[in-house]
């Protein structure tokens, strides 16, 4: 018989989590439509110029069929990713690399092809929230390790994670540099996370889009400059941060296990094919001279140290100097976080602007975590993040909660 009850969603479909990255987007948007002006710290949306290599080859391509291309990639957008690696001293063909539609696409098709339904993901917390978004849609669960600001967001002991460990356990996921944290793993924190996964049978899943920004002489450490890890390493990439194309939907799988290449392969292969346009673009962009990426990453270091300056001034902020990628988190004098960063965008202004932030709660599995804690973006140049700043600092001392 007909029923008047309503369809129900999947499981998965209702579990899936909103991104706190722009879950608030509904309330900045009518602060906008107000008039309000918004400073952006909530998302990593850059505002440094695309290389103009790339924006020439959207506009110079003039094929008459814009046509499918090969499920793996186009052949002369993996051989510029494989030579795009020699700068950092590692060796790969370009059959070790499979172009995915952005990043995301590269985290999905890693997480199918390496998991099981049940299996278990370790993630030191917090993370980029989206890895639970798409560890859900493979019925996949993340198990938090915890990180704590107080720590600069450090790896925890080895004991921790075994701790974590059982029979589903199949991968560790990381990003460094780090985001939210913007931490950068030193190398013996990476070789201990590389004795992990010798010993335990895991892969490493590192998420390295923020590789080129690290700052203060830090060093960079790859999973694919650890020896011994040759079925083990996965690097997930994209150009949408390095080259500031967030749009250009176009990322990488880049490892040395040819059976999750087979496997990539054939998850490519039922999407048929990643975008043309972009691709040829990506490889444009690969192609920019050394000085685009090195000014690029002194402006994020200048803008990290305005950042951190203007945070500590604030009483009752606590947060640490990140050394990578271009988000820190930090802690609020506040109970709610969220509830602030919405009071922020509903009841707050300064001269009709206000600023909105990321809460942090959204980046951590573990309940009750973050609850007081920001994830903030500095993307913005310096005077507008000097701005937003202030914003904050007037809003947190009138704020009632």
């Excluded at 009518?30 to 998302?43: P, R, Y």
């Excluded at 499920?71 to 030579?83: E, N, T």
């Excluded at 013996?188 to 490493?204: G, H, T």
């Excluded at 490892?255 to 040829?280: I, K, S, W, Y």
Aim: glycine letters at 6%; a neutral charge; aromatic letters at 10%.
């Amino acid at each position: 018989m007909p029923t008047n009850t309503k369809p129900r969603l999947s499981a998965r479909g209702r579990a899936v989590p909103a991104s706190p990255i722009r879950r608030l987007v509904p309330y900045a948007d009518a602060a906008k439509a107000d008039g309000v002006a918004i400073l952006h710290l909530n998302i990593g949306q850059p505002d440094i110029p695309t290389p103009r290599a790339m924006i020439e080859a959207y506009r110079s391509y003039d094929e008459k069929v814009l046509a499918y291309g090969h499920s793996a990639g186009l052949p002369i957008f993996r051989r510029a990713v494989a030579d795009y690696w020699k700068r950092w001293n590692v060796d790969l063909a370009p059959e070790q690399v499979i172009t995915t539609t952005g990043g995301s696409e590269a985290i999905l098709f890693t997480l199918y092809a390496l998991t099981d339904p049940g299996d278990e993901i370790l993630v030191p917390e917090p993370f980029y929230t989206n890895y639970l978004g798409f560890a859900t849609a493979a019925a996949v669960t993340v198990v938090p390790v915890p990180a704590r600001v107080d720590d600069g967001f450090r790896l925890p002991p080895t004991a921790v994670f075994e701790a974590l460990i059982t029979p589903r356990t199949r991968a560790i996921l990381f990003s460094n540099p780090g985001n939210p944290t913007g931490v950068v793993y030193t190398r013996a924190e990476m070789e201990r996370l590389a004795e992990l996964a010798r010993a335990r049978d895991l892969f490493l899943l590192a998420d390295e889009v923020y590789r080129e920004f690290v700052y203060d002489g830090a060093e960079y450490t790859s999973v694919l400059h650890l020896p011994g890890l040759e079925e083990r390493a996965v690097v997930l990439d994209s150009i949408s941060k390095r080259y500031s194309a967030c749009g250009a939907r176009v990322g990488n799988i880049a490892t040395r296990n040819e059976d999750l290449l087979e496997a990539a392969l054939r998850f490519g292969q039922a999407r048929l094919c990643p975008p043309t346009v972009d691709q040829l673009a990506g490889a444009a962009a690969y192609a920019s001279p050394a000085s685009y990426l090195e000014d690029v990453r002194v402006e994020y270091q200048q803008r990290r140290d305005i950042l951190f300056a203007a945070l500590k001034a604030i009483p009752g902020v606590t947060t640490f100097r990140p050394a990578g990628a271009f988000y820190t988190v930090a802690r609020l004098p506040v109970a709610d976080a969220e509830r602030f960063a919405i009071w922020l965008l509903t009841d707050f202004r300064v001269d009709g602007r206000s600023v909105m932030v990321a809460p942090a709660s959204g980046f951590y599995a573990t309940p009750g975590r973050g609850l007081d804690e920001v994830r903030i973006a500095y993307v913005l140049k310096g005077e507008d993040l000097k701005e937003a700043v202030a914003i904050l600092a007037a809003g947190l001392a009138a704020y009632p909660g």
